[in-house]
């Protein structure tokens, strides 16, 4: 059974950093496209960055480029979004997901496995 549980949100000042972790059970991460999505209140859940599964292409929306960084460690088979400079708008409830294949799109409806969701709030 996939499983996928989030972890590391909280609440931070802008212009801080927090690391967000998603453990996969079910399956191989290095097998397996996935991303980390996050939706804010009242707006739909959007894609943030996305790591293919084997050679590790990252993706990333236009409005983290720069302060975020997903990576993925095989021997702990957990996928990890390293947000830097993090601004008020950065606030939402991060997802993590994954697909079965390779590829990472940068489109929720490709994906197959969702975690629960981690709340992230910028705020001073």
């Known amino acids: 059974q996939v499983q996928l549980v989030e972890s590391g949100g909280g609440m931070v000042q802008p212009g801080g950093s927090l690391r967000l972790s998603c453990t996969a059970s079910?399956?191989?991460?290095?097998?397996?496209?996935s991303g980390w999505f996050r939706q804010a209140p009242g707006k739909e859940r959007e894609g943030v960055a996305c790591i293919e599964g084997g050679d590790g292409n990252t993706l990333y929306a236009d409005s983290v480029k720069g302060r975020f960084t997903i990576s993925r460690d095989n021997a702990k088979n957990t996928i990890y979004l390293q947000m830097n400079s993090l601004k008020p708008e950065d606030t939402a409830v991060y997802y993590c997901?994954?697909?079965?294949?390779?590829?990472?799109?940068?489109?929720?409806?490709?994906?197959?496995?969702w975690g629960q969701g981690t709340q992230v709030t910028v705020s001073s």
């Open positions: 079910g399956f191989t991460v290095d097998d397996y496209g």
């Open positions: 997901a994954a697909r079965a294949g390779p590829n990472a799109p940068m489109r929720k409806n490709e994906y197959d496995y």
